[in-house]
């Protein structure tokens, strides 16, 4: 079976919404940037629930053969950053995200919803 950066990222989304992760978006950054295929961001509430998230992406990438290149603050809960090659997740506290702002950032990225079935 071969899968695809775009069967990555539904994953991701599905670890992040099992968690509770919310106004989870994806940006295709493929034409914009070397650094990856897509950026997705979301957040959570308090950082428990931040970790959370990054546990869960992290776990289902390990489960289903992924490699995690790395995973920055997760100790701190505030701003993960999660690297999964092809697709890199940003999950946020909520209050850090709405100072930060990436969609505005990357506002020339095409936001992009992924469907269950593919």
Not at 74 to 97: A, K, M, N, S, Y
Request: glycine share 6%.
């Amino acid at each position: 079976m071969v899968r695809t950066v775009e069967d990555l990222a539904r994953l991701v989304i599905k670890a992040a919404e099992d968690k509770k992760a919310e106004k989870l978006t994806v940006l295709d950054i493929k034409n914009l940037s070397v650094i990856a295929d897509y950026f997705m961001i979301c957040h959570g509430n308090n950082e428990r629930q931040v970790q959370a998230i990054v546990r869960e992406i992290r776990d289902q990438a390990h489960k289903h053969g992924y490699p995690v290149r790395g995973i920055e603050g997760e100790e701190e809960g505030r701003w993960v950053l999660v690297d999964l090659e092809d697709v890199v997740i940003h999950v946020f506290h909520r209050e850090d995200r709405e100072f930060y702002n990436l969609e505005r950032l990357w506002k020339d990225a095409e936001v992009v919803t992924f469907s269950e079935e593919g």
